[in-house]
């Protein structure tokens, strides 16, 4: 019988000797605490954002119905009677496209200004010094000083303007426009890194072809970094939607959306209204704690739009091949269309 | 001098070629073996010459600097169309310099001075608006360097300015598809990527994005297209393709291409240009330089002595 030749086996069993696992046991004593407390301070985290999940998940679904989406609210102490959170879901829908609309183009002009201009360089460092101080301010903060300056006189067109001429100055497109500034920085920041990211290669293949800065930027660094102004823009969008301060202060907290006006949209627009965010705070307990469970209802809503929200910025930011798939993505394909003031 | 003269433009001839610099004393004077020239000769003859030859580019005591650091020092060298002109020698010896300033791109890095005159058709540089001029001397890089779009899309962009500004539509006329497509058979791309030019040009092999950087260099319609080291990042046989390919496009535009390969300068180029620290060593015909060179420092740097 000829004799087959075998491949050497793998060894197994007590052949195999492994790295020995880490014992704290002779660590000194407070790296050893140290150690535990990290443990403790992660599981602890763990648990809390499950808890969150799950008992939003398990409160909002009981209450949750469809005729809540359809329904405006309504004043009434009693809960049976105080309708759905129609108005809310399109007031922070409004919010989120205001605000959106302001930061998103102005955000990626100041980054692309900081990043490939960056001239008189004192102007780049008070720029990049204000976007830093508007990151670090609270919204409540932004919001008064945002009610001080949409309550002048000359910008009553933005919102209603009372009998004795007093202007209120809060409105959809003043809680937009405050909503703007808050997710500046997010937008700054993402476009910002990506533009840094890009290599010199890039621009220098471009100006070898005889082609402007303002060229370059518009048609190959811009599209570029797509993803990366998405997922600053989804960042932005997170922010504005889990705002609560600036609609309780800047959108005036009526019950429903009141138009001001007559003209069909921009009267909404003048107009108060709620969100999501400041119709939990009305409902819930805290606020004046008529309808707990539309409160949950809503709060259930808002954590699924915010989940989703994470989803697209991991989907955005982690496919390098595929990101032209999303939608949000194929939307910033238009960059490279945009009128060219240069020219 | 007489203001109504014209300027001496014409200065470098082909009768000053070759041109020699002094020879600095080199300590080990050991003089080394000479190339084997049996084959290098047989390589050459193989490649008829250009029809004809016409000095587009010329350089005048030119010195170039990153700050205080003179990095080319007095250089002066003709660009002729029809020819390939290869600036070979070490590490520093300002190649890439000198070839980045025949299209003004050592501006874009801060603290580069000049001096000396280039000149283009017989015009300065410096007083040709920057991106004309760019569009006329075009660049090729060491790395592949493609934008992350289409493969279309990368090849149009280096097309003139449209007249009329419009979107997409307007991006696909029949003149620019035609534009396009002209450019990829230049570069020798056009067969591989002739099935789908809405690729991304990212997913192209290296080869065949260096090939594409020189398509798009050439939509531009170039007078002279400079090369940096363009086959360093490839494989013999994208080299081999790209080597042809710059032998082939010397008749319609005028070539330089710097390189760290001995055989390939070469095996592609007319004349050659030695730098060494900074300063032309010497500059020739292919076959003096490599065959009978001058100096001494040529001597050595092509029998591997040093760089």
Known sequence: MPTVELAPAPPSGSAIARAPRERTASWPLVDRIGYWLCWAVGIGLCLLALAIVLYMFVKGISYLRPSLFVESPASSVKQSQSGGFLDPIVGTLIVATIGIAIAMPAGVAIATWLSEYRRPSWLARAVESAIEMIAGVPSVVLAIFGLIIFAQPFLGFLSETDASGTVSGKSFFTAGAVMAVLALPLIVASTREGLTQLSDRLREASFALGRTPATTIRRVLLPAIRPDIASGTVLGLGRIIGDTAIINIVLGLTVTNEGVGHAPLISTLRGTGSTLTSYIYTNSPAGEGSAPQKAYAAAFVLLMVVLGLNGIVTLLTRSSGERDRGLLSRAFRLIPYMPDLSR | ?307
């Open chain 2, 1 to 307: 001098m007489d203001p109504m003269m014209p300027p001496p433009v014409r200065r470098i001839a082909v009768d000053r070629d070759p041109y020699v610099a002094p020879p600095r004393p080199i300590a080990n004077g050991s003089a080394p073996a000479p190339p084997t020239t049996a084959v290098s000769a047989r390589l050459h003859a193989a490649r008829p010459a250009a029809a004809h030859v016409r000095e587009r580019m010329s350089v005048e005591s030119v010195w170039l600097a990153y700050g205080d650091n003179w990095v080319v020092r007095d250089v002066s060298l003709p660009v002729r169309q029809g020819e390939v002109l290869a600036m070979i020698g070490a590490s520093g010896s300002g190649k890439t310099t000198l070839l980045r300033s025949l299209n003004r791109l050592t501006e874009i890095t801060a603290g580069a001075a000049r001096s000396g005159q280039i000149t283009l058709d017989g015009q300065d540089i410096h007083e040709l608006e920057v991106n004309d001029l760019r569009r006329r001397v075009t660049m090729v890089f060491q790395q592949p360097n493609p934008f992350p779009m289409s493969i279309f899309d990368n090849v149009a962009y280096a097309l003139a300015e449209r007249p009329a500004r419009g979107g997409r539509r307007r991006r696909r006329s029949p003149e620019i598809e035609h534009a396009v497509s002209d450019a990829l058979h230049r570069a020798g791309l056009y067969d591989e990527v002739a099935g789908d030019l809405e690729r991304s040009a990212l997913r192209l092999s290296g080869g065949q994005q260096q090939r594409l950087c020189i398509a798009r260099a050439l939509a531009a319609e170039p007078e002279v297209l400079l090369l940096d080291e363009p086959c360093s990042a490839l494989d013999p046989i994208s080299t081999a393709t790209i080597e042809e390919l710059i032998v082939q496009l010397r008749e319609s535009v005028a070539i330089v291409i710097v390189t760290h390969n001995l055989q390939q300068a070469f095996r592609v180029a007319d004349h050659v240009a030695f730098m060494h620290l900074g300063e032309l060593v010497e500059y020739g015909t292919s076959e003096q330089v490599f065959d009978r060179p001058s100096a001494q420092r040529t001597r050595d740097y092509i029998s591997g002595a040093f760089g």
